[in-house]
């Protein structure tokens, strides 16, 4: 019995995953050829180009690491950050707070600002902290998937940029549904994901590193203490006019990449961004017809993370299982202290479309009503 039979196409209004367009999967079905071949070569290069122009940088090294987000988020704490360094970690939900436990475990000395989940980042309190203290690194989440919350990464940089610290963002959940600007918000270190708003399944971690970031890189004290993820032998695979092996590529998920960067590219990347905005006034304005609120003050809501409170009496586990097993629709639950109190419901990437918000809307006016 072929269990993958059974699978049936969700719409997937979710925290990630989001919907694959048709041009990705088939993208994936591409022959698998060889990972030096050189036209396989010549793929690299330009998902290196398109992955530039997405984050807004001219960073060299701006490549796609094999593995989920949290490889990502691992590659730029492992490479950057060595016993001692001071760390301070902007915290306002899950992913600040994994944050806060990697850079931990490399034995930095980590401080943390702490806003409560479903509020932003307060830029002054950021101001004060670092003028108590030198840090040789300052760490945030762009759209923190927890709570629907966009920090002010913009105002918090050209606060980091004053003083010697590098800059390192989160936009696993932004990037591709809104503006990350890389070069223009001082961001040093940046890390990302392919299953939210590039919509390519999950799989590969785009990252962008500075030339500042890298020198912290070349004069480090001590090896990466991660062989997998070790910069300096990936970017022997990922740059220069021979390439060496290191590990073998995800052949077929950089197909899937490749594709889904160009997706967003052909649209235009305002188009997109615009594409989200519109996806989301909809939804918003269903779900005030609804009677259902936001958990986040309108100024610093996402897009594509909408965390909508759970309105009085009502099962939340059993509306969610509801869409999904007879509506093949999926929307997310709250995580930590926000379980059971929120939906998060996710219009990221290709399922940001007006025909898919007025799907789950009219299931969710009936589940409400009935
Ligand atoms: C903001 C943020 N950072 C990091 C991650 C980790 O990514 P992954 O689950 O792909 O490893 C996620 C995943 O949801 C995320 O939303």
């Known amino acids: 019995m072929n269990k993958l039979k059974e699978i049936k196409e969700t719409l997937l209004m979710g925290p990630g995953p989001s919907c ?7 993208a994936m079905a591409t ?4 990972h030096l071949d ?3 070569i010549e793929i690299m290069d330009e998902i290196k180009s398109m992955l530039k122009q997405l984050f807004q940088s001219d960073y060299d090294l701006t490549i796609p690491i094999s593995g989920t987000g949290s490889a990502g988020m691992e590659t730029c704490f492992v490479n950057i950050v060595e016993p001692g360094d001071k760390v301070l970690v902007l915290i306002n939900g899950v992913f600040g707070m994994r944050m806060q436990d990697v850079a931990t475990r490399l034995g930095a000395e980590v401080d943390v600002i702490e806003a409560s989940w479903g509020t932003a980042i307060n830029p002054d309190a950021v101001k004060v902290k670092l003028s108590q203290k030198p840090y040789d690194m300052v760490a945030v989440v762009h759209a923190e998937t927890s709570t629907g919350v966009c920090n002010p990464v913009d105002q918090i940089g050209a606060l980091v940029n004053e003083t010697q610290a590098l800059y390192l963002v989160d936009t696993v ?3 591709g549904g809104m503006p990350v600007k890389v070069n223009a918000w001082g961001i040093d270190v940046v890390y990302s994901g392919t299953q939210k708003c590039l919509s390519c399944p999950p799989g590969l971690a785009p990252v962008s590193f500075s030339p500042k970031a890298m020198e912290k890189l070349t004069n480090r004290k001590t090896k990466v203490p991660n062989w997998y993820l070790d910069l300096g032998m990936i970017t022997n695979y990922w740059q220069g006019a021979t390439r060496a092996y ?9 197909y899937g990449l490749y594709a ?3 997706c967003v590219l052909d649209e235009g990347m ?5 594409r989200h905005q519109e996806a989301h006034q909809q939804l918003k304005t269903g779900l005030g017809d609804l009677g259902v609120d936001f958990l986040v003050e309108e100024n610093d809501r996402l897009p594509m993370l909408n965390a909508v409170k759970i309105p009085e009496g009502v099962d939340e586990a059993a509306i969610r299982m509801n869409l999904l097993k007879n509506h093949r629709i999926e929307i997310g639950a709250g ?5 059971g109190k929120i939906w998060r419901i996710g219009i990221m990437g290709h399922t940001a479309r007006p025909d898919n918000v007025k799907r789950l809307l009219s299931v969710l006016g009936t589940q409400l009503s009935g």
């Open 38 to 40: 050189p036209a396989f």
């Open 31 to 34: 022959a698998t050829i060889g």
């Open 260 to 262: 889904a960067l160009q």
């Open 335 to 339: 995580l930590g202290p926000l379980a």
């Open 270 to 274: 305002e188009n997109v961004f615009a």
């Open 173 to 175: 959940t932004s990037l």
């Open 20 to 26: 694959v367009p048709p041009q990705v999967y088939e």
């Open 246 to 254: 290191h590990h073998t590529a995800p052949i077929n998920m950089l």
